[in-house]
Each structure stands twice: as structure tokens, then as C-alpha cells.
């Protein structure tokens, strides 16, 4: 095992994030192979939430994670929105990449949408790591990687779902601001904006490293003043589109509307969202309580990871990771599951990762892989359940 160790610590650092990677895509289709393959004959998992859409079988490589929310965005790549169906709670650059790589090489839509999935889950972890370095070594910068790769619900990276791509453009939009790159940051946040409505998140860290760099007299206001004409361009340009394509002017109106109609989901004060999921996790019954308490673990993790985050990373960084939980606190989903999908939302708040590996730097080495095992477990456990077409976040 030291051996192995070693030989893998010798390559050089992009070699080491794509096999860490790599390792955990390959666990992750094992698992979903095993669910698909043997608990659901077996068992009787599996319900109707696979794919309808897309060509090509959900029981493959590239269609064992398209379930759910996978619909929605294979039928926006397929013909565009419409005012049916709950499209317009999607945001575009994931479809519209999905049918751009179906058109230029002809691949199925499953094929497509699981590509852009997987290449932006590697590229993420690259990115990542060179964050990290920025103002961390070396060894931490692979335990975010790792924790990347491996944390409970890192299947959605894998899966035909915006996690990947959102992590990856959101990783950027702090990788360019903490190097005074303001323009790439604003491209990076449209990306994001374009992707993601908790894209807005990213304003706190680029203005932060704004006035930072201000500080230290290091700034180029025309720089910093494109970056901040251009980050709004991505959900501008969503709205614009939703305008012409739908004929409703009120698209904040019918997006919050098909929010709360189709995803039973509204705004609510954070203390009142946890008060209620407090009472899910303690007085709902039968596998209701089990979902409550497992989307409430997230829910703490997150939370306590993000204050811990205000005194151990970059101001920047911290004040992103806090806001993004606050919101996600303040997201209150169904009566009974109010922290209903924050594991996946948790997920994809990449300065987490960054927490992790300094918790787990900071453990005695003999016991670094306890917790490791642990997540690899849960991992394994909720990407079989997921395939099986359950919900998991």
C-alpha cells in the first residue's frame, strides 16, 4: 500500500486530481451498475423517474445517472423551452452545450449531456486544485480534490445534471478574481448565471476581491469595471430569451410561480426553514423522517463547515460558502422535507471541499482515512439508490 502511495505521489500534480477522479467515476458507475443490475430485479427498487428523453437506454454508461431533473434538460436540448412543463426553472448553457456536442458529432443527447457532465467534473477538480495553491500546499490542494470526488453525493457531477458545470464555472469566477483578473471572473460568473439561479452568490467574492485589490493599489479599474458589466450577461440573456420564446413578459413572476406550483418550493427565513426541518427529523414518520434527518445531516455539515470557513480560508472564499448556505437555508422546499435536495446544493458550494481537507490535514495520519471510508460508503450506498430511479437530493 506505501507503495503504491509513493508511485502516486511522484507524478506530477494534474496526473494525480484525473486518477483520483477518474478512480471515483469508475466507483460511481460500479455502484450504479450494482443498483440497476441487481437491487432492482432482486429488490424491487426502481421507480418512474429514468429518462423519457434523449435516445439510447438509462441503464447504460452514459444513461445510468439520467433521472429526474435529467428530463427537463435532455428535452430543452431536444426542441427548446415552452410554457409547459416546468421548463423555464432550467437554466440554459447545459442544454444548449448538450445539443451543440448532439449536432457537431452526432452523438445521442444521453451521450452528449453525460460528456459535458464528466468533462466539466475534470475540469473542475484541475481547477480546483490550482485554487487551492494559490494560497495552500500542495497536500491540501489533493484532499480537496479528493474530498471533491468522494463526498456523499458527488454522483450528480457524474450525472446529467448542472452540478459539474456550475462547480466548474463558479471555481473559475474565484480563481480569476483572487488573481486580479476581473474580466475572466465576469466571464466566469455569466457562465455561471447562465447555469445556475444561485449564480448571483458569486457578486460577494468578486466585489470582495475587488476592494481587496483596491487596497493594495493593484487594480485596473477598466478591468474591474468590464468584469462587472459582463457577469450579468448569462441570466440577462436567459431572461431576454425566456421573453421571446415564452410571450410573457413576467418572467420573474412565472418562474417563481412554476417554482412553488411544480417544485413546491418558496422563500422563507432561515431559522424558520431549520425549525421545520427539525420537526421533520424528530416527529415525521416512516421513510419521510429518514429523508428529513438525512437531508438535515447535509444541512449542519454545510452550515458548520461554512463557519469554520470564516476563520481558516480566504475572506473571499469564506463570505461566498456562508451567503451560499444562508440562501440555502432560506430556500424552504415541500411540507415535511424543507431541506428537500440541500445535499446535492451543499454539493456544489466547492469551498466545502477546501474545509474538508484542512479538517482532515489537521487529524492524526492513522486516522485521515476513517472519515474517508466513511463518505466513500455513503458514496457507494445513495449512487446505487440513485440509479435505481429514488431520490436521493
Known sequence: ??????????????????????????????AGTIGTKYLVPRFGWGESHNVTAGGGSDDTLEGRFARWDSNY?????????????GDVVFFPLYPLLISLLHNALGLSLLWSGWIVAVTCYFGAGLLLYQLIRTDHSAELALWGVVWLSIFPTAFFFTSLYTESLFILTSIA????????????????????????????????PFFVEVWQFRRLGQIRSADALLGTLIAPAGVMAFYLHLVAT???????????????VLFERNLALPWETFSDALKAAVFAKGFTQVIARHDLAFALTGMASAVFGLFHL????????????IFLFSNHGP?????????????????????????????????RWLPVLVSVCFLGILSAWFATGRWVA
Not at 502511495?5 to 466507483?27: D, N
Not at 415564452?246 to 412553488?260: F, K, P, Q, R
Request: charged share 10%; glycine share 8%.
Open 73 to 85: 434538460y435532455l428535452r430543452i436540448a431536444q426542441r427548446g423551452y415552452t410554457s409547459e412543463g
Open 173 to 204: 469566477a474565484l480563481y480569476f478574481a483572487g488573481r486580479g483578473q476581473f474580466t475572466l471572473s465576469g466571464l466566469a460568473i455569466a457562465f455561471a448565471g447562465a447555469t445556475r439561479p444561485t449564480a448571483f452568490l458569486l457578486a460577494i
Open 1 to 30: 500500500m506505501n507503495i503504491v502511495i509513493e508511485v502516486f505521489l511522484k507524478r506530477v500534480w494534474w496526473q494525480q486530481v484525473v486518477l483520483v477522479q477518474l478512480i471515483a467515476l469508475v466507483g460511481i458507475q460500479f
Open 335 to 367: 411540507a415535511g422535507l424543507p431541506f428537500l435536495s440541500i445535499p446535492r446544493y451543499v454539493a456544489a458550494l466547492f469551498p466545502l471541499y477546501l474545509v474538508l481537507a484542512i479538517v482532515t490535514t489537521k487529524m492524526p495520519k492513522q486516522l
Open 314 to 325: 480566504r475572506q473571499s472564499m469564506a463570505l461566498y460558502f456562508l451567503a451560499g448556505m
Open 246 to 260: 415564452v410571450g410573457d413578459g413576467n418572467i420573474i413572476g412565472l418562474y417563481s410561480s412554476t417554482a412553488l
